[in-house]
């Protein structure tokens, strides 16, 4: 019987953004975004200090589920998706 955690992959934000171009989706038991302005603000903020710093930032785990041919953000989503709207925005 396969572990519930089939493959860890320790990666950068970095990495995680530029990595080929999978197809992420939220399973339907996730709940939808709800981060409001000060959980985005703080967010970027703690980016921005690190940057002064030089220093690395730890933005918690993502764990990623293969299933189908799908890439399922199981934790994670509230930070990848305000990534992806800040690099966006950066377009």
Known sequence: MPNA???CVRSTA????TQGNPDYEVPELQRGYVWEEE???Q????????MVLKKNLYLGTVMIQS???KQLIV?????IT???ICFGCMR
């Open 67 to 69: 299933k189908d041919k």
């Open 75 to 79: 934790d994670g989503q509230q930070r």
């Open 39 to 41: 959980q985005v603000n």
């Open 82 to 84: 305000t990534l992806s």
């Open 5 to 7: 955690i089939d493959e």
């Open 43 to 50: 967010l970027v903020r703690s980016i921005k200090q690190h």
């Open 14 to 17: 970095v990495n995680f953004f």
